[in-house]
């Protein structure tokens, strides 16, 4: 049997929109972090800033995934500062906002 059979194939909008429903996080935290964590954080970027955070971003798949993650970071005992939803495509962090502690949303993420 062909692999290009259409019947056998998802329509490629299909793949490409699921593709692009993962959602994407930033989880900023007090302090640096080591690059040996980068394991605990399954594949996600991990950046120390300048101002003395650590910002853990990628894609995370679902809600208990990302629980996961702050289970994670609360058993390393890191003050988490921030969660933050972005929009597919939206840069990770906007300019000159990196120090800017007053936009925190201790309510939780917005998109």
């Given amino acids: 049997m ?3 059979d259409p019947t056998t194939q998802p329509p ?5 929109a699921g593709r692009t429903c993962v959602p994407q996080y930033e989880i900023r935290v007090e302090g640096h972090l ?3 964590w980068m394991a605990w954080f399954d594949g996600l970027s991990l ?4 101002d003395g955070t650590a910002v853990i971003s990628g894609p995370v798949v679902d809600q208990s ?4 993650l702050l289970i994670k970071l609360r058993d390393l005992g890191v003050p988490l500062i921030s969660v933050t939803r972005r ?3 939206e ?3 906007l300019p000159n906002l ?7 949303n201790p309510s939780g993420a917005t998109s």
Avoid: F
């Avoid at 950046?47 to 300048?50: H, R, V």
């Fill in 2 to 4: 062909p692999t290009d």
């Fill in 12 to 16: 490629s909008d299909v793949s490409t």
């Fill in 34 to 36: 080591g690059s040996r």
């Fill in 47 to 50: 950046t120390n800033e300048s």
């Fill in 65 to 68: 995934a990302l629980h996961g």
């Fill in 87 to 89: 929009s597919p495509g």
């Fill in 91 to 93: 840069p990770a962090e």
């Fill in 98 to 104: 990196s120090n800017n502690r007053s936009s925190h």
